[in-house]
């Protein structure tokens, strides 16, 4: 028989054999003996926490015969042709390699047919949040109208990816990081089953390398006894295969690092890379030993020096995950590590994330100077002409000027593309991005990105456009540019409304001319006026006369003159 890896053979088949996740087990067992079984679940977490594993278990349980307190048999026909995988009632999917409409509207089609041999259907999906919009878009109206007797269970270790409407309609599960001493415990009842002799640091290093998953566990486990051969597990093969580096080495390390000694460092450096250690496991570790000091009380070592160290290495931790040359940027990170403290540096270490803050609040002053600067440069001709006349004055018979509509410098765009957006815009759209809009703005993880929208608001919105003014053209310019912002914007608002709308950006004074411009164009062609067009204040402008128009762009400052 061929060999069986140590995740598979000791997979979990009951409810009371998953490590870690008794709130989930329990909650599904009682569910179960209940007979409250939902037609929808959502497992997720962290990678190897138990999701696909327990969707089985809970497959078996709801079509065993046998079933007992909400436990499988595991003895029956149908318990052993789920473990096997060969139930035909029981069909597992994985999203990541089919995530097309096609295959999720084969499932919609199928779902209508009654099980052969079981009492439930189960579909399985692993790693649901790989689906296509439109595949999701199938999936919904299955999970609207779910057939008798059907079960979808999903799985997902993002779930931050799965649209709102979808996990609306499912019971959510939440997976947890399986603890250090869960694994311990599991990977020594393993060796114990397999007759294997081991010592417990040698665990406790596996354990501490699976980061809360134990699938990843029984894998190291499983190299580690090969490496071991017929001996003993010990401490230095557990290093070995995890590529853990040794407390002395660490020590050795930081020790330099915290005397300054810049060249001692970097050979203490070498000594790791030249075992075979990996420069990104390294990193972690450092991380971890920081972390140490930081909550021994006997280290005499300031915590703001340490702040800003575990700054330099979350850094660098970030760099080694996206290049190839890790030995290169463990060097620079060293460096950086081993160069001496200044004002400047301990200032940007606040453990509070105060230098977010300060770069936070210098590009506040540099948008306030170009503010000032360019107010001074280019005023908007009618408001200055407002400004340097106490009044306005709009006589009835006079026709109604029409300035020639220029296009928003402040994000370059057309007036073509402004007149359609503008054209295709509704109120029910709108209704729906303002809604979308704190959400979408919560999102956002980068503190300059969010700073730049915090306090923006959809002004007009169709299926197609969507409108967002900003207080000056610089800022509507940044937001043009970033495409990675305007990706996200889409895709949030893709999973909220149920639409991917372009973003306009407009500076306010560009809006209002716009708006303007659009009216005054429908009243020159006698085109019908739209039944709402949204201003910057979210009202509406009716079909009004010239003096309408001008009161609503410059306010009291017009004066209404009867000839």
Not at 505 to 511: K, N, S, Y
Request: aromatic content about 6%.
């Amino acid at each position: 028989m061929a060999y069986q890896a140590l995740y598979q053979k000791y997979r979990s088949q009951r409810f009371d054999e998953m490590v870690g996740q008794e709130v989930v087990a329990t909650t599904l067992k009682n569910a179960i003996i209940g007979d409250r079984i939902g037609h929808a679940y959502l497992f997720s977490g962290p990678r190897g926490t138990g999701k696909t594993s327990a969707a089985r278990i809970f497959a078996k349980a709801i079509n065993c015969p046998n079933q007992k307190d909400g436990e499988p048999c595991n003895n029956c026909d149908i318990c052993a042709a789920i473990t096997n995988e060969s139930l035909d009632d029981v069909i597992e999917l994985d999203a990541a390699s089919n995530n097309g409409v096609d295959e999720i509207r084969e499932i919609r089609d199928k779902s209508t047919y009654a099980p052969t041999r079981a009492s439930h259907k189960v579909y399985i999906i692993d790693e649901v949040h790989m689906l296509s919009t439109s595949a999701f878009n199938a999936l919904l109206k299955t999970l609207e109208e779910p057939a008798e007797n059907v079960v979808f269970v999903l799985a997902t270790t993002e779930i931050q990816k799965v649209p709102a409407t979808i996990i609306s309609r499912l019971q959510s599960f939440a997976f947890k990081a399986i603890t250090t001493a869960d694994i311990e415990g599991h990977l020594a009842e393993v060796l114990n089953k397999e007759g294997l002799s081991y010592e417990e640091k040698a665990l406790s290093i596996l354990a501490k390398s699976a980061q809360g998953g134990m699938r990843d566990a029984l894998s190291l486990l499983d190299q580690a006894v090969s490496y071991a051969g017929d001996g003993q597990i010990d401490a230095r093969i557990a290093m070995l295969v995890t590529g853990t580096v040794e407390d002395e080495a660490l020590k050795a390390y930081v020790t330099a690092v915290l005397s300054y000694d810049e060249a001692a460092a970097l050979d203490e450096l070498d000594k790791i890379f030249h075992e075979g250690k990996d420069m990104l496991r390294f990193t972690e570790d450092l991380l971890a030993y920081f972390r140490d000091l930081l909550l021994d009380k006997s280290a005499e070592v300031e915590h703001a020096r340490l702040y800003q160290m575990i700054d330099v290495a979350i850094e660098s931790l970030k760099n080694l995950k996206e290049t190839t040359q890790t030995k290169i940027a463990a060097d620079l990170m060293t460096m950086k590590l081993a160069e001496p403290v200044t004002a400047a540096s301990q200032t940007a270490s606040a453990p509070e994330g105060s230098a977010g803050l300060a770069q936070l609040q210098a590009e506040l002053a540099s948008m306030r100077a170009q503010l000032q600067q360019l107010s001074q440069q280019r005023p908007v001709a009618s408001v200055a002409t407002a400004k340097a006349e106490p009044t306005a004055e709009v006589r009835q018979d006079a026709p109604a000027q029409k300035r020639p509509a220029k296009p928003a410098k402040s994000s370059r765009l057309s007036q073509e593309i402004l007149f359609k957006a503008l054209g295709e815009a509704t109120s029910e759209a709108k209704m729906a991005v303002s809604e979308a809009w704190p959400e979408l703005v919560s999102s956002i993880n980068k503190p300059a990105d969010r700073a730049l929208v915090n306090n923006t608001a959809p002004v007009a919105a169709s299926e197609n456009y969507v409108v967002v003014t900003f207080p000056h053209e610089n800022l509507a310019h940044r937001l043009s540019e970033n495409e990675e912002l305007q990706l996200l914007f889409g895709n949030m608002l893709s999973s909220i409304c149920g639409f991917s709308p372009e973003i306009l950006a407009l500076a306010e004074g560009d809006w209002l001319e716009v708006r303007a411009s659009y009216v005054a164009q429908l009243k020159k062609t006698e085109s019908p006026m739209p039944a709402e067009l949204p201003d910057s204040e979210g009202e509406q402008v009716e079909q009004e006369d010239p003096t309408a128009l001008a009161k609503s762009l410059f306010g009291d400052k017009v004066v209404e003159i009867q000839d």
